[in-house]
């Protein structure tokens, strides 16, 4: 088992969507990537239950949050862009490594860009952060171990 750093994850997008055989881009210049993950609860008590509440997993949420600089010329930052000022859906994989690579796992979507806030802090580079959510599509989200 190897730890990784938060530096050595990557993000990647697909302007087509993950169906098919998509053609991924390395989101390079992004700061911070939070990954969020978590399941819906259904309330399974019974009076079988020992007096203690027991509750079940049900249906997976995600939603995706990163920071990039604000740089026009950047193919990354436009599609992204794109996709939000359009509602158009954009892949989107959250991955521990380099997407070729045996063994990199990672979540893989079709994604909605929610949020889309500029930052112009006075003494620092303007930068963009972005939140995106699996969205509506002939492809579901899956979690994708590359072999």
Same mark, same amino acid.
């Given at each position: ?55 079940? =997993? /049900? &249906? @997976? ?13 950047? %193919? #990354? *930052?436009? !599609? ?6 359009? =509602? /158009? &859906? @954009? ?13 990199? %796992? #990672? *979540?893989? !979507? ?38």
């Amino acid at each position: 088992m190897s730890v990784k750093l938060g530096g050595e994850m990557k993000l990647y997008l697909c302007a087509a969507g993950i169906g098919g055989t998509p053609t991924w881009t390395e989101l390079a210049r992004v700061k911070d990537v939070k990954l969020n993950t978590s399941k819906g609860e259904a309330d399974v008590t019974s009076r079988a239950s020992g007096g203690w509440k027991q509750t079940i =997993g /049900t &249906l @997976l949420d995600a939603s995706i949050e990163f920071e990039m600089p604000w740089d026009t010329e950047g %193919e #990354g *930052l436009q !599609a992204v862009k794109d996709a939000y000022f359009n =509602g /158009t &859906l @954009l892949g989107l994989a959250v991955m521990d490594g380099p997407i070729d690579e045996a063994g990199s %796992e #990672g *979540l893989w !979507a079709d994604c909605s860009i929610l949020k889309f806030e500029r930052n112009e802090p006075l003494e620092q580079a303007a930068a963009v952060s972005i939140s995106a959510k699996p969205t509506y599509s002939a492809n579901v989200p899956v979690w994708k171990v590359i072999e």
